[in-house]
């Protein structure tokens, strides 16, 4: 199992580009919650998908969007790219129906905006 | 609104000396807390949960709900532990959003 898998690894994207992250889970699991990490703070969380669908949402606004695929790996979106879109985004994976389930994290795809 | 804060950026001491990373969370159910370590170059992955009342690599952690802490402890530091350290709060209900604090880099000197 190679566990948690993202694509790229790095990228450079130039302001008001679009640009699609990819993220394929851990073998077993079926929800994926992805995360942006800025230089030097924690992950903050985007959102989760569940059965093909957004679960939950942070405060993060309408440019950035995905998707979960049947095979429950899944996209993420950003449109308009911003300077401060430039961060790391990782991936979690997890399987949802259990109360201790383990979130498995990516190695996270290193977005550039200039 | 759920919070957690880790009040050190960074934490240097010695080899063989104690070590306590602190964690404060404010959460308005009740929490499930973890401890996430990044080794350099690694991915970001589980220490320890609250739940399981566990040490892992000689690490602890309690929960203390009067004080909202979760600090985390190992009572002898080894040159492996050097790493980045995340406290992060589960919110209850099954889903698995995930609130990180910034990051305490722990530094152990030889």
């Known amino acids: 199992d190679a566990g948690v898998t993202q694509s790229p690894t790095h990228l450079i994207k130039t302001r008001g580009q679009q640009v699609t992250l990819r993220c394929s889970p851990k073998s077993g699991h079926d929800t994926v919650s992805w995360y942006q990490q800025a230089l030097g703070q924690g992950p903050q969380f985007i959102f989760q998908?569940?059965?093909?669908?957004?679960?939950q949402r942070g405060n993060f606004p309408d440019r950035f969007s995905g998707h979960q695929f049947p095979n429950y790996s899944s996209e993420l979106n950003v449109n308009a790219l911003l300077l401060g879109d430039s961060a790391l985004y990782l991936c979690a994976s997890s399987w949802t129906a259990g109360e201790n389930t383990e979130a498995f994290f990516g190695q996270g795809t290193r977005l550039t905006v200039v | 609104a759920q919070r957690v804060t880790q009040p050190e950026k960074l934490l240097s001491v010695f080899k063989g000396a104690p070590v306590e990373l602190k964690c404060n969370y404010s959460y308005s159910g009740s929490p499930e807390l973890f401890w996430y370590v990044q080794y350099s170059r690694q991915r970001l992955q589980l220490l320890l949960r609250?739940?399981s009342r566990e040490s892992i690599k000689g690490f602890t952690a309690d929960l203390n709900k009067g004080e909202t802490s979760f600090h985390l402890k190992k009572p002898f530091a080894q040159e492996e532990d050097s790493a980045m350290y995340y406290c992060?709060?589960?919110?209850?209900?099954?889903?698995?959003?995930?609130?990180f604090g910034t990051g305490t880099k722990l530094q152990v000197i030889p």
């Open positions: 998908y569940y059965e093909e669908e957004e679960r």
């Open positions: 609250h739940i």
């Open positions: 992060a709060l589960r919110n209850s209900g099954g889903y698995q959003k995930v609130t």
